[in-house]
Every structure is written in structure tokens, then in C-alpha cells.
């Protein structure tokens, strides 16, 4: 603690953080603690679980999290613990399961949680007392949000921003068309500094910039009379088409954005050749929705079009690893081979992706060097880089350290 205090003292502002701070491993484990323990974690799309007994697991630090739906098609989030002796439930990533059986010594939970059986424990034992213990669930507009802390934030905010925006995209009418695993050998801050910027884009993602203009983002000076004035007319349109653009941009240090972004002339969607890659989802009837992007930290970016849409999950391993998933969405009635194919809808967001973690990887390679310092964000491209920095570095202030996580009952 002392040693982060003194860190925390000796922060530039506009500089980036030195060397500790993404090397660290106490610095790793106060920021599991009071960042990925204590705020609203994308965890998932309900789409993801379309069925009763659907679930997925998800890893926070030394954590785990079964997502799962029940028989009415309520969501549940319970810690993967069994209220025996402790075993952890579910070992695999994604199922379905009528019910959730420890395979230790076979308690059986039903997907709300309840203890269903438990054999051989005598007649005085209450079931009712050991249910799953439960993590806080939310949902806006087919994203699912987790909390492991007794004392979740208010989530209202959040659901405020996204809801509106988002919903006619219809993700809760969608499926899975790719999803991609990757182990990051970066910090999580690394990709997360790398998302907020795009002073490498014109040069690092071809793919991404046939479709996007790389500049006019929060942050960014760049954005010149032409690009401000087709953003007004676009913002014009898309409020006649009931699309209720609005630009939110981490309000009151809320760990939040949401803005629709216009495409360039000639795209319809973030493809190769502007074209459609699957058909229209949700309330679309025309493709007029540009681009609408969502960053929620510490773990989620997203960004939804009018035929698909792609989220990205970070869950940091270490302070030198970090677990992303990227996953892609389209209606779901489109049909495989017919109306899309896996590998065009993922094509941009798979080489953007890519090229980033390469980015990343070298990026914090350079950080690990005895050579290094922090360096001067970019005045003009860099400022969304240090609004980040200033609400990390927020969560880990304070003087005195905050409370573990208690598992809720249920």
C-alpha cells in the first residue's frame, strides 16, 4: 500500500503511468479488488443462453460466475461455489443443464439456485439454507452486466445510456455467428489505453478505416467543418428514423460512453466493400444507422450495425496477460450459408482486433524495458487516453483500503 501511494503521488498528469502500474503484482491485485470487484462487468449477451438451462461461466481474478437461465427465462449470476465443502460446479465454459450438480459429492441446484438435493445429509438438515450464493445481475438491451460486490454501483445510469440507443439493434433477437478466444500478452490497461485512441488507426488498420473516419472522436481535435457538419445532418436523420442518437460521454466520471457515428460514403456497414454481410437486425428497415459504438470499463467495447454487431470482453489472468473474447451477432433468423457467412461478418473487427493485440503485446514488451518512461499523451489524439487514466487511478485512491467482496445470499 505504501508503495501505491507513492506511485499514486508521483503520476504526471498527461503522461503515461510508469512502469509499476502494469507490471506490478500488488498493484494487480488492488486493482482486482477495487476495479474488477467492485463495478458493473460485461459478462455476456443474453442471446448468448436462448434456452432454459443455457449458461456460461466467467472468470473474475480467482472468481467464477455461472450465468445461467432459468425455466421462466429469468438470468441468473450465482458464484460457482457449492455450499458443501466449497467445490467449484460448473467446469465447462458453456452448457446446458437442467440442473447444476456438483461432481464432487453431487448436490444438485436448480438454475435459480435452490439446493434441489442433497444426499446423505440426515434429518435435520434445512436445503433452504444453502442455496447458490448470487453475484448482482443487470440487463440493458440484450447486454449482460455482473457485479461480485455486496455494494454493486447504481447500474441506472448506465442502463440509461445504453438502453435507448442499443435496443433497436435487437441483440436480445440475435445469435452467435463467430466468437474468437485470444490470451493477450499485455496488461488490460495496455488494450484498454490502446481502444481509447485512434492516433494509430490510419496506419495499423486498413480494414477499419475503409469504413471509419478515424478522427472527430472524443478526445480527438482532429475533426474538421465537413466531418461536424455530416455528423449535424446524420444526427438529424437518425433522429427522424427514431434511432435516439445521443452522445454520452462517461458523464460525472461514470464508467461510460455510447455515440452513433456516421460511416463514410459508400458503407452501409463496417465490411470491405460497404455492403451488407447479413441481413437488417432488429427495428432496422434500412440500413441509415451508421455506426454505434458502446465502451463500458473496465472490460467492454462494442460496436452494433444494422446487420451485425461485435463485443469485446476483457478478463485480465496476470498482470502481463490478459483473456479477450470477441464475438459476433446477427439476426436470428438469419440462416448460415444463406444470408451471411461466419467469416465475412467477422472479417474488419477480426484483422481490427488482431492488429491491436500485436499492437498491445509490443507496446507493453516496451513498458517492461529498463529503458522505459512514462511519455506525453498526444494533445490533439490522446485525451480519451488520460480521461481513462484519471478514472483508473480514481478507483485506486483513497486512504484506506476498501472492503473485500461478501458473496450475497441468496
Not at 472524443?218 to 427522424?240: C, F, H, K, Q, V
Not at 452513433?260 to 459508400?266: A, D, F, I, T
Amino acid at each position: 500500500m505504501d508503495n501505491l501511494t507513492n506511485l499514486l503521488q508521483k503520476r504526471t498528469p498527461g503522461k503515461s503511468l510508469p512502469r509499476e502500474f502494469y507490471t506490478d503484482e500488488d498493484i494487480f491485485a488492488e486493482e482486482m479488488e477495487r476495479i474488477f470487484h467492485s463495478n458493473w462487468l460485461f459478462a455476456g449477451a443474453s442471446c448468448e443462453i436462448p434456452n432454459p438451462g443455457d449458461y456460461f461461466t466467467l472468470p473474475v481474478g480467482d472468481e467464477s460466475l455461472i450465468i445461467i437461465r432459468d425455466k421462466n427465462g429469468d438470468i441468473h449470476a450465482h458464484f460457482n461455489v457449492c455450499r458443501h465443502r466449497g467445490s467449484k460446479i460448473a467446469t465447462e465454459e458453456r452448457g446446458c443443464a437442467k440442473a447444476l450438480v456438483c461432481p464432487y459429492h453431487q448436490w444438485v441446484y436448480a438454475p435459480d439456485g435452490k439446493l434441489t438435493n442433497a444426499r446423505l445429509m440426515g434429518d435435520t438438515f434445512r436445503p433452504e439454507e444453502y442455496a447458490l450464493r448470487k453475484a448482482h445481475i443487470r440487463e440493458a438491451a440484450g447486454l449482460i452486466f455482473v457485479c461480485v460486490s455486496d455494494d454493486a454501483p447504481d447500474f441506472g445510469p448506465m442502463l440509461d445510456a445504453i438502453e435507448p440507443q442499443l435496443r433497436a439493434h435487437g441483440l436480445d433477437n440475435a445469435k452467435v455467428a463467430a466468437r474468437h478466444n485470444y490470451e493477450v500478452r499485455a496488461n488490460w490497461k495496455v488494450l484498454v489505453e490502446n481502444n481509447r485512441e485512434c492516433y494509430h488507426c490510419r496506419v495499423s488498420h486498413p480494414e477499419f478505416c475503409m469504413s471509419n473516419y478515424d478522427l472527430g472522436l472524443p478526445g480527438d481535435t482532429r475533426g474538421d467543418a465537413e466531418y461536424y457538419s455530416l455528423l449535424d445532418s446524420e444526427y438529424e436523420r437518425w433522429e427522424n428514423l427514431g434511432l435516439s442518437p445521443k452522445e454520452v460521454n462517461f458523464p460525472d466520471g461514470d464508467p461510460h460512453r455510447i455515440s452513433r457515428l456516421p460511416l463514410k460514403e459508400g458503407f452501409l456497414t463496417e465490411s470491405l466493400d460497404g455492403n451488407l454481410v447479413a441481413p437488417l437486425m432488429g427495428d432496422f428497415e434500412s440500413p441509415d444507422g451508421g455506426s454505434l459504438r458502446i465502451i463500458t470499463l473496465p472490460n467492454f467495447w462494442g460496436h452494433a450495425n444494422c446487420d451485425y454487431a461485435m463485443t469485446t470482453r476483457l478478463l485480465p489472468i496476470s498482470p502481463d496477460l490478459t483473456r479477450v473474447e470477441v464475438t459476433f451477432f446477427v439476426d436470428e433468423e438469419a440462416v448460415e450459408g444463406k444470408d451471411y457467412d461466419p467469416g465475412t461478418v467477422a472479417h474488419v473487427w477480426k484483422m481490427t482486433s488482431e492488429q491491436d493485440w500485436e499492437l498491445c503485446e509490443n507496446n507493453h514488451a516496451g513498458i517492461k524495458s529498463l529503458a522505459y518512461e512514462p511519455g506525453p499523451f498526444s494533445t490533439l489524439t490522446e485525451s480519451s487516453v488520460e480521461s481513462f487514466v484519471v478514472w483508473y487511478l480514481g478507483r485506486l485512491e483513497g486512504a484506506a483500503r476498501a472492503a473485500r467482496p461478501v458473496a450475497r445470499s441468496a
